[in-house]
């Protein structure tokens, strides 16, 4: 296999951070393609707890290098926050083993500002994480925004900085009432992160156009989930970007080339941080219980993540969405012990009955319907899994009709068992 794409088919939070480490260690290159540091991707390694918001997994194996595409949005601020973090424990990052498009969309001051405005005044509440990621999309659609290249000239940075501030002022003076830095402040800001940043910004177009013509193993690294897509996600509670498959085209490259694996990372039950419809969520001891064992705190805000039961047709529908091959199931250690287990097979949703989410269904308008499943008690401690485990699995494959090709049961690398080889 020469490509493996790995994509959140939840609402994020998934546990890609682990399984990306451990498939990137046997990649050449790890890319992120959409997202920005509203990502937490929490890798523990020996006791050292590393949780990456916008550098890709692969800087953790000397071997890779890890390319930032050009459909990711850039926060200069954060990275460098991240760099030193990344520093500390140990891991120097040069213009060889970390690559950023010159191309990316820079998150200015501007961005988040906005972001946080409409979220604590705006009509809807989508719960976003405050970063910015929305505005920053909403500049580059429009074609006002502001790219990883301007970051090196001020000249050309602070004329874009103020034709990208107009309308921005209009609503910032007389909407929200706040302060903000003139264009010529953000520019001098933006310029002096840029002046660090410009030895790691090149063009990864043609860097992953020469490591696919090489048979470079590559390792695409999704961010969220399917169902937070702005296209065939649960909108308008859903992020700005594509992080299903479809992404990796746009926001990587990926010349004339298919993705030769999609594995899904799916959590055993169903998680979601921010606002918005979540069919099988559990407001009860069971939800709570599920929370507090499986440590369910969003990485990048601090936020509790809602909890409930696994939703097939939810599963079944992001498996179309991103051409899934195969999924991991994670956490199934979190649901071992418990003494009440189920699954939701269906939806009743006007008038009928369906196994399959599509775009645009409103999820707060179905009912979901219930199979209980056997309760199983493992301790992986063996090699093999209990019946009931193994039939829960069995449910699951026969559902989506695609292979559950990884387990996992815990945060350490050590934790998991393959089932299928990937690499
Ligand atoms: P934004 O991406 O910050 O604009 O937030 C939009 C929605 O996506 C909110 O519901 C966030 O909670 C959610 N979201 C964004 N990033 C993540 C993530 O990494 N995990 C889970 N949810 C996320």
């Known amino acids: ?126 719960g976003t994480t405050g970063k910015g990621i929305g505005p920053t999309y909403e500049d580059k659609i429009s074609r006002k925004g502001i790219k990883l290249r301007d970051l090196f000239d001020l000249d050309i940075l602070t004329t874009k900085l103020e034709a990208n501030l107009i309308e921005k002022e209009a609503l910032f003076k007389n909407l929200y009432r706040c302060d903000y830095p003139s264009a010529q402040e953000e520019a001098k800001r933006l310029y002096e992160l840029g002046k660090k940043i410009k030895p790691f910004a090149t063009d990864t177009f043609s860097f992953l156009d020469q490591s696919i013509r090489e048979n470079k193993k590559l390792l695409y690294e999704g961010a969220q989930g399917v169902l937070l897509d702005i296209d065939y996600g649960s909108y308008p509670f859903v992020t700005s970007s594509n992080t299903s498959c479809g992404g990796i085209y746009t926001g990587a490259g990926l010349p004339g080339k298919s993705i030769s694996e999609v594995l899904g990372i799916t959590k055993a039950y169903t998680t979601r941080v921010g606002e918005g419809p979540f069919p099988t969520e559990l407001f009860d001891d069971v939800g709570e219980f599920i929370q507090t064992k499986g440590g369910e705190f969003g990485a990048t805000t601090g936020r509790k993540r809602r909890c409930g039961w696994l939703d097939l047709p939810l599963l079944k529908y992001t498996v179309k969405a991103s051409n899934l091959t195969s999924i991991a199931l994670t956490k199934v250690d979190v649901l071992s012990g418990m003494d009440t287990l189920k699954v939701c097979y269906a939806y009743e949703y006007e008038g009928e009955t369906i196994d399959c989410a599509y775009p645009g269904i409103d999820l707060s308008k179905v009912k979901p319907l219930y199979k209980k499943m056997k309760c199983f008690s493992d301790d992986f401690k063996s090699d093999t899994l209990s019946k009931e485990l193994e039939d829960y699995i069995k449910e699951v494959e026969q559902f989506i009709e695609i292979p559950v090709g990884i387990i996992a049961y815990g945060p350490e690398r050590s934790e998991i068992k393959f089932r299928k080889d990937y690499f």
């Open 1 to 126: 296999m020469q490509s493996l794409a790995i994509i959140g088919s939840q609402w994020g939070d998934e546990g890609k951070g682990k399984i990306t480490d451990l498939l990137g260690a046997k990649c050449d290159v790890v890319v992120r393609y959409q997202g920005g540091n509203n990502a937490g991707h929490t890798i523990i390694v020996g006791d050292k707890k590393i949780v990456l918001h916008l550098i890709p997994s692969g800087v953790l194996h000397s071997h890779c290098t890890s390319v930032i595409g050009h459909g990711v949005v850039f926060d200069p601020e954060a990275f460098m926050v991240e760099m030193e973090n990344v520093s500390n424990s140990g891991i120097n990052l040069t213009s060889e083993n970390l690559k950023i498009s010159s191309n990316c969309s820079i998150i200015t001051y501007y961005n988040k500002l906005l972001d946080g405005q409409r979220e604590a005044k705006g009509p809807v509440k989508i």
